[in-house]
């Protein structure tokens, strides 16, 4: 009989801490779990990663973190176009470039170290040609990370897979345009 009055004290502790230690859901979005690739589209190399706070449909005040990684080269602007139908909005006022802030490969590692805000010459938004164009105040040199912050996102009204477009610019005589990948956003369905 005292067995059975310790061991129920014990089993109702771990019954308790066992309810508390259930993990939230989280509704973000990240990269792609299982995507096919065929033609001419970006193959695994050139698919870029990113994090979307919440990733659902007609959204207000999302916020993408769309990494670039480490380049080869220095950036001195970077291009972002995006397909035109992704009825989303996007606001210039609310664009930041980071750097650092992923020093391992965890996808998740964007969020927890945000890295270094870079000050910005220029950030605008053009709708009507789905592009975005930021211009670093100055060059960023080669071999740092960095990715693109965008806050108060409207996501568009239906859910789907939208191809976002990333090319660099690099500072020297020929101002040319260099593609360097593609992120694919997945927004949920509802």
């Not at 509704?27 to 698919?47: E, V």
């Not at 391992?104 to 010459?121: C, K, Q, Y």
């Not at 930021?134 to 996501?155: F, Y």
Request: hydrophobic share 40%.
């Amino acid at each position: 009989m005292a067995v059975q009055t310790r061991i129920f004290p014990l089993a109702l502790a771990v019954g308790c801490l066992a309810t508390v230690a259930v993990p939230v859901v989280v509704y973000a979005q990240s990269n792609p779990g299982f995507t096919f690739n065929w033609g001419d589209g970006p193959s695994g190399k050139q698919q870029l990663r990113y994090y979307l706070e919440y990733g659902t449909p007609g959204f207000m005040n999302d916020r993408y973190w769309l990494r670039l990684g480490k380049q080869n080269v220095a950036i001195n602007r970077i291009n972002i176009t995006y397909p035109d139908y992704f009825d989303g909005h996007f606001n210039a006022k609310s664009i930041e470039l980071r750097t650092g802030g992923t020093s391992n490969n965890s996808l998740f590692s964007l969020r927890r170290d945000p890295g270094e805000v870079m000050p910005l010459a220029e950030a605008t938004v053009d709708q009507d040609n789905r592009v975005i164009d930021i211009i670093p105040a100055e060059p960023i040199p080669a071999g740092k990370d960095v990715q693109v912050v965008i806050s108060n996102v409207r996501n568009p009204q239906v859910g789907g897979m939208y191809y976002f477009n990333a090319r660099i610019g690099s500072p020297g005589d020929i101002p040319l345009m260099r593609y360097i990948g593609t992120w694919i956003l997945s927004i949920a369905r509802n």
